[in-house]
T-cell receptor
Framework: NAGVTQTPKFQVLKTGQSMTLQCAQD?????MYWYRQDPGMGLRLIYY???????DKGEVPNGYNVSRLNKREFSLRLESAAPSQTSVYFC?????????????FGDGTRLSIL | AQSVTQLDSHVSVSEGTPVLLRCNYSSSYSPSLFWYVQHPNKGLQLLLK??????LVKGINGFEAEFKKSETSFHLTKPSAHMSDAAEYFCVVRGGSNDYKLSFGAGTTVTVRA
């Protein structure tokens, strides 16, 4: 079972370059999420998509854009990368809404911006 | 708004001894609470969840957690640590008017000594 697949796993960018992180899930989940993980800060929500065709901002959306391409895929774009965006990025998915549904995570994309 | 505080950033135990990871939460609503584990270079895996049913929740790999409303706590325990339990653990709360957002604690790193 693939679950949540993120590509690429590692990437190094120069300041000002653009980049799209890809995420796909095969569990037929309605909701998808993008987080960033920084040391000592847990995970912080960047954007989420409650269902196909909708996206909303999370805690730290500045400098990012997202696209919910279809039910399976949810991409995260950095238009002009900055060193402060060096982080590990996680995509997650869950069944539609409600407090009972846990989120399933991919293995992460490790992004360094020089 | 909801939040979680993990009281220990690092816990070190000997193999075969009990593990206790402490978590306090704050929520304006009846919360849903989760514990996730993250092994090195991996995504987060759900250990267990509390969703207002039994206050003692059993999870995978011998872990359990007890929800105590009077103390606003959701501590994670395991009777006997195994080397494979070395990882980072996150306490997570989900609640409030927007069910899609999770609030993560900063994480507790567990080291297991042989």
């Amino acid at each position: 079972n693939a679950g949540v697949t993120q590509t690429p796993k590692f990437q190094v960018l120069k300041t000002g370059q653009s980049m799209t992180l890809q995420c796909a899930q095969d569990m037929n989940h309605n909701s998808m999420y993008w987080y960033r993980q920084d040391p000592g800060m847990g995970l912080r929500l960047i954007y989420y998509s409650a269902s196909e065709g909708t996206t909303d901002k999370g805690e730290v959306p500045n400098g990012y854009n997202v696209s919910r391409l279809n039910k399976r895929e949810f991409s995260l774009r950095l238009e002009s990368a900055a060193p402060s965006q060096t982080s590990v990025y996680f995509c997650a998915s869950s069944e539609a809404g409600g407090p009972l549904q846990p989120q399933h995570f991919g293995d992460g994309t490790r992004l360094s911006i020089l | 708004a909801q939040s979680v505080t993990q009281l220990d950033s690092h816990v070190s135990v000997s193999e075969g001894t009990p593990v206790l990871l402490r978590c306090n939460y704050s929520s304006s609503y009846s919360p849903s609470l989760f514990w996730y584990v993250q092994h090195p270079n991996k995504g987060l895996q759900l250990l267990l969840k509390y969703t207002s049913a039994a206050t003692l929740v059993k999870g995978i790999n011998g872990f359990e957690a007890e929800f105590k409303k009077s103390e606003t706590s959701f501590h994670l325990t395991k009777p006997s640590a195994h080397m494979s339990d070395a990882a980072e653990y996150f306490c997570v709360v989900r609640g409030g008017s927007n069910d899609y957002k999770l609030s993560f604690g900063a994480g507790t790193t567990v080291t297991v000594r042989a």
